[in-house]
């Protein structure tokens, strides 16, 4: 799966919440019409760190 793939596919995930696995997760406070928390999270962070290995990538060209 490529990077991409796998970012769309985490994003189409994050609206999912509200189902048995969601309940008494801790961050569920933080969900609301923008999606799964945790999720969001997981896409920012791997986002960010395929930004820099782009940045690593482009320093050593």
């Known amino acids: 799966m490529r990077d991409e793939d796998l970012l769309a596919a985490l994003r189409r995930l994050k609206v ?6 969601c309940l ?10 923008h999606g ?3 999720l969001r999270e ?3 962070f ?3 760190k395929l930004a ?4 690593v ?3 050593m060209e």
């Open 42 to 44: 997981t896409i920012a």
């Open 52 to 55: 820099e290995a782009v940045a």
């Open 46 to 48: 791997v986002e960010k």
């Open 36 to 38: 799964c928390a945790i």
């Open 24 to 33: 008494g997760c801790g961050r569920e406070h933080d969900c609301g019409i």
């Open 16 to 21: 999912e919440t509200g189902s048995l696995v």
């Open 57 to 59: 990538k482009e320093e």
